[in-house]
């Protein structure tokens, strides 16, 4: 062969020869990132297969993300050193999203090893992380925060935190559940007098025979009953830190909403910790620690004494009964109250819708004032029926009282004065006037659903008239009297707030009462205080407000009503199927005297 015919066979070869020489496997950097990826994926079958020792790989790739339980994983691989031709050490970072804000960020390295054309990792625990030993995995730790507590307007704690402990039977190893049953109960029941032996046979029953948990006591209470629950078979316990009513059972309906509306910012921020774990368990070392966040204070407007008082006036009485109590010169909500049977009916304090009786002559009086139809000593006749249309309206036992001022029927409570005045009045007057008092406005306090009431207009004579006594289909709250009390105290309807600095939305802007008629009203509820049903309220300093009987249903039943205000101390009181006003009363006396 030529010289020139050798050259040529060469360059024949050559090629081929390269492509055997090269091959166009991953380089040892994209393999290691495949490895990375399938680890970070969830895919550890995939990632032990890339590795020199599979099953060990699998079985540590496993136990790490069951450990971590991540949200998500993220590795990328940073730079590569080559040891020798055979041996390459890829560097890494990673990223684990474990979830409620926390983050696991370090820096790796894996060994990668010729296989044939390409790569294999060498298996080792430090593939996830450099101080993984032999024999050990990782272990997630969380560090609880320490809670804040929700104070009062004075300092006082509302909420705090406390240690709950769920008492909790197992059906599976009670053995006997009736008699275990018997026991739980007779030592829980003083703390929840609805736990018997049978609710928790019948809880345990609807529980399909799994745990039950019978009740959550506070730590307090669980170390008293311990010594005749602790060794009870089938019976365990769960502890747990929550943020509790400082009293128990205060402010059943207003004190959830304030948790809510600071879970946040009271409960802080969990830390966690990242440690080695040996084959018994132990901690070996700690590869990552982020300290936990301590909750802040929160305080509302919410005045611990005067809930406290308002709880004690009506907590005794057997009929559903709501208390609420607002600042008038700022709309600062002190209290809202309410007694076991009106807890079982909702939030009838903020949000009831209730016929109000006499205490709407409040704004029947404010509204002929303004039209200027009335003054506070105008005659007014007070006879002991007065007929309207086809409706003959009494006054309560049709007591008569002639001819009086104005301010004299308001104190009498003359059903028959006002309905004759309302009749009078355009069909929208008492709609416009409730409103200066904050009836039928609607607020939108932050976390906080409140219904002030509603006033429609009444087109019809009859029922202009049934509505100027509170008697037709006007309907209003607890919350709204106290806001309508406020409004006589201030001359202007408040805006009612929760938390200093926290706007409250209002969709009307009603204007102030004429200073005149503010004064007038302001006369008339001393009167009233000073006068028949209510004067024993008038022994005390300068108490103002009306009393309301309110019929509903068939007319047989009637709600009670007091609505008033004591110096910068407004509040309504509502006591349903009372009969008549003078409970309410009664129940208004208890809440001022207990403030001291």
Request: neutral net charge.
């Amino acid at each position: 062969m030529s010289r020139k015919g050798i050259i040529a066979a060469v360059l024949l070869v050559l090629p081929l020869a390269g492509c055997g020489l090269f091959s166009s496997g991953p380089s040892a950097e994209e393999f290691a990132g495949q490895f990375l990826n399938a680890f970070a994926s969830g895919d550890t079958a995939g990632a032990a297969g890339r590795t020199d020792s599979a099953d060990s790989a699998k079985t540590l790739l496993d136990n790490v993300r069951g450990a971590l339980k991540p949200a998500g994983v993220a590795m990328h691989v940073d730079s590569s050193v080559k040891k020798d031709d055979t041996t390459t050490v890829v560097r890494f970072t990673a990223d684990w999203d474990l979830g409620r804000d926390r983050h696991w960020n370090y820096q790796g390295e894996v060994e990668l090893r010729k296989d044939n054309d390409s790569w294999k990792v060498h298996w080792s625990p430090t593939a996830v992380h450099t101080k993984l030993g032999a024999q050990q995995t990782i272990g997630l730790r969380d560090t609880e925060p320490s809670m804040a507590p929700v104070l009062d307007r004075d300092g006082a704690p509302l909420l705090a935190p406390d240690r709950v402990v769920s008492v909790i039977i197992d059906p599976a190893k009670a053995g006997n559940v009736p008699q275990v049953a018997g026991a739980l109960a007779a030592a829980v029941n003083k703390y929840d007098p609805t736990i018997t032996q049978q609710s928790i046979v019948d809880g345990v029953a609807k529980a399909n025979n799994q745990p039950y948990t019978v009740v959550s006591l506070r730590d307090a209470d669980y170390q008293a009953a311990k010594a005749a629950i602790y060794e009870l078979p089938g019976v365990r316990f769960a502890g747990a830190t929550r943020m509790l009513p400082a009293v128990k059972n205060l402010g059943s309906q207003i004190l959830p909403a304030v948790r809510k509306m600071f879970e946040a910012q009271t409960a802080g921020k969990p830390g966690f910790r990242i440690v080695t774990l040996n084959a018994a368990g132990g901690e070996v070392a700690e590869l990552f620690a982020k300290d936990a966040e301590a909750g802040t204070t929160a305080s509302v407007t919410l005045s611990r004494k005067v809930q406290s008082a308002a709880e004690a006036a009506i907590d005794s009485i057997p009929q559903a009964s709501a208390l609420v109590a607002i600042q008038p010169s700022t709309g600062e909500i002190l209290a809202v109250a309410q007694n076991a049977p009106a807890d079982a009916q909702g939030a009838i304090a903020l949000t009831g819708r209730f016929p109000p009786g006499s205490t709407f002559k409040t704004v029947t009086a404010a509204a002929g004032l303004q039209a200027g139809a009335v003054n506070a000593d105008s005659p007014v006749p007070c006879p002991g029926t007065i007929t309207v249309g086809p409706r003959v309206i009494p006054n309560a036992n049709q007591f008569d009282k002639g001819t009086i001022p104005l301010h004299a029927a308001y104190a009498f409570s003359c059903n028959t004065s006002f309905a004759k005045l309302a009749s009078g009045l355009q069909p929208d007057a008492l709609t416009t006037t409730a409103k200066q008092f904050g009836l039928g406005v609607d607020f939108v306090i932050p976390d906080v659903t409140t219904v002030s009431g509603s006033v429609p207009p009444a087109n019809d004579l009859t029922e202009r008239a049934e509505d100027g006594f509170g008697q037709g289909k006007v309907l209003a709250s607890p919350f709204g009297l106290a806001l309508m009390a406020s409004t006589v105290a201030r001359g202007t309807m408040p805006i009612p707030v929760l938390v200093r600095g926290q706007e409250t939305k209002v969709n009307a802007s009603p204007p102030p009462l004429p200073p005149g008629v503010t004064t007038a009203l302001q006369g008339m509820m001393r009167e009233v205080v000073t006068t028949n049903a209510a004067n024993t309220l008038g022994k005390l300093n300068d108490v103002r407000g009306k009393t309301g009987t309110a019929q509903f249903g068939d007319g047989t039943h009637a709600h009670g009503w007091f609505a008033g205000y004591q110096g910068d101390l407004a509040f309504s009181l509502l006591i349903t199927d009372a009969g008549a006003s003078a409970p309410a009363v009664e129940a208004a006396d208890r809440f001022l005297r207990g403030l001291g």
